[in-house]
């Protein structure tokens, strides 16, 4: 069970803007920052956003990010299908005195 | 740009100890949060714990009675011990780093390849 939630499967078409949520609480979202990762299949997760909506050097503009409240979301325009991934929101717990994950979102582009 | 290297038997015997090391290159192992995450198949992602280059050290509290992160920084390296594994601690083992930020932006910026570490005996 993750501190975090996040839909398991999200799915889009070529072109299309799809959004993944990921929920959490007063002591991880609601008081840090939060990071969004993609871990394409058989590799290594990357940071894909940071602070809750910057963009680490390379990743294009079609990937922004925003936050409210307890809650995050991850929004992709313009998918590709090179989009198909597994996507992760992150932040740190206050609480548990470290970083938590998301279970992870299963984006399928149609 | 920071380049990191896990390394480390890929079979460990039920209730012995795991034993990961981490070269990095590209950079100073100074000013970063040096950090273990792993993967079970087909799961997600569980943080273990850091190193900071003066050896200051946090863990996860799931996995605190078995785990040790150490440092040398005279090889760029840092290293897990995770003790007394079970079928449990099969993984994908990463090395990430996190530059020194605070917890309110803390972020992995740089991952390693992944160790594949299979517990049976």
């Known amino acids: 069970q993750s501190v975090l939630t996040q839909p398991p499967s999200a799915s889009g078409t070529p072109g299309q803007r799809v959004t993944i949520s990921c929920s959490g609480s007063?002591?991880?979202?609601?008081?840090?920052?939060v990071n969004w990762y993609r871990q394409l299949p058989g590799t290594a997760p990357r940071l894909l956003l940071y602070t809750n909506l910057q963009r680490p050097s390379g990743v294009p503009d079609r990937f922004s990010g925003s936050k409210s409240g307890t809650s995050a979301s991850l929004a992709i325009s313009g998918l590709q299908s090179e989009d198909e991934a597994d996507y992760y929101c992150?932040?740190?717990?206050?609480?548990?005195?470290?970083?938590?994950f998301g279970g992870g979102t299963k984006l399928t582009v149609l | 740009q920071v380049h990191l290297l896990g390394s480390g038997p890929g079979l460990v015997k039920p209730s012995q100890t795991l034993s990961l090391t981490c070269t990095v290159s590209g950079d100073s192992i100074s000013y970063y949060y040096w950090n273990w995450i792993r993967q079970p198949p087909g799961k997600g992602l569980e943080w273990i714990g850091y190193?900071?280059?003066?050896?200051?050290?946090k863990y996860n509290s799931a996995l605190k009675s078995r785990v040790t992160i150490s440092v040398d920084t005279s090889k760029n390296q840092f290293s897990l011990q995770l003790t007394s594994v079970t079928a449990a601690d099969t993984a994908v083992y990463y090395c990430?780093?996190?530059?020194?930020?605070?917890?309110?932006?803390?972020?992995?910026?740089?991952w390693g390849q992944g160790a594949l570490v299979t517990v049976s005996s």
């Open positions: 992150a932040t740190w717990d206050d609480s548990l005195n470290g970083p938590v």
């Open positions: 007063s002591s991880n979202i609601g008081s840090n920052t």
């Open positions: 190193i900071y280059y003066d050896g200051n050290t």
């Open positions: 990430a780093t996190a530059p020194y930020s605070g917890s309110y932006y803390f972020h992995f910026d740089y």
